[in-house]
């Protein structure tokens, strides 16, 4: 009986351990399945994030090399680093917020007690920035052209505006 008994466990214990085997076995191919869709799809997804961003970049002083090239000084050679031209012409702009009728770069005249102010702006090439304003309660955005001068100032004009209507 003893023997019979241990033969029932030993039967028992190896068709537990071949059961457990083909579980792993098959939860291992499983996962690296998984993981491999999981994968594909993030590749994916990262290449259509990174095409939108190429798309949206593509108006962009940082990607246009002729916009680039137009800052080299022709006689000397040197060049108009624009990674920090591009800093110093918003900041540029931007200081026009502190004015008291407001930033004359959008294009608007006070409309209510508040001024308009520019939150944002871009640089799109060597001649354009397209900026985001707003009063508080009235919104628009405003094409400005930008000069650098001889004398390494920045002179704005503004080219076309446009405020959004209230909802």
């Known amino acids: 009986?003893?023997?019979?008994?241990?033969?029932?466990?030993?039967?028992?214990a190896l068709l537990f351990n071949v059961f457990t085997f083909a579980y792993f076995s098959k939860?291992?191919?499983?996962?690296?399945e998984r993981y491999s869709k999981l994968d594909k799809k993030l590749h994916d997804s990262l290449?259509?994030?990174?095409?939108n961003l190429f798309d949206a970049n593509y108006f962009s002083l940082e990607t246009n090399q002729n916009a680039q090239d137009y800052f080299e000084d022709k006689q000397t050679g040197e060049f108009l680093d624009y990674q920090k031209l591009i800093p110093f012409v918003k900041d540029q702009l931007i200081s026009f917020n502190d004015k008291p009728e407001g930033n004359p770069y959008t294009g608007f005249e006070k409309l209510s007690?508040?001024?308009?102010?520019?939150?944002k702006a871009k640089v799109l090439n060597h001649r354009w920035i397209i900026a985001d304003f707003n009063d508080g309660t009235t919104w628009g955005e405003s094409i400005i052209k930008y000069f650098i001068n001889d004398d390494k100032t920045v002179s704005f004009e503004v080219a076309e505006t446009v405020i959004y209507p209230k909802r």
């Open 1 to 12: 009986m003893r023997k019979s008994l241990l033969l029932y466990l030993f039967i028992l």
């Open 113 to 119: 007690e508040r001024k308009f102010i520019i939150n």
């Open 47 to 51: 290449s259509v994030v990174n095409n």
């Open 27 to 32: 939860d291992q191919k499983f996962e690296k």
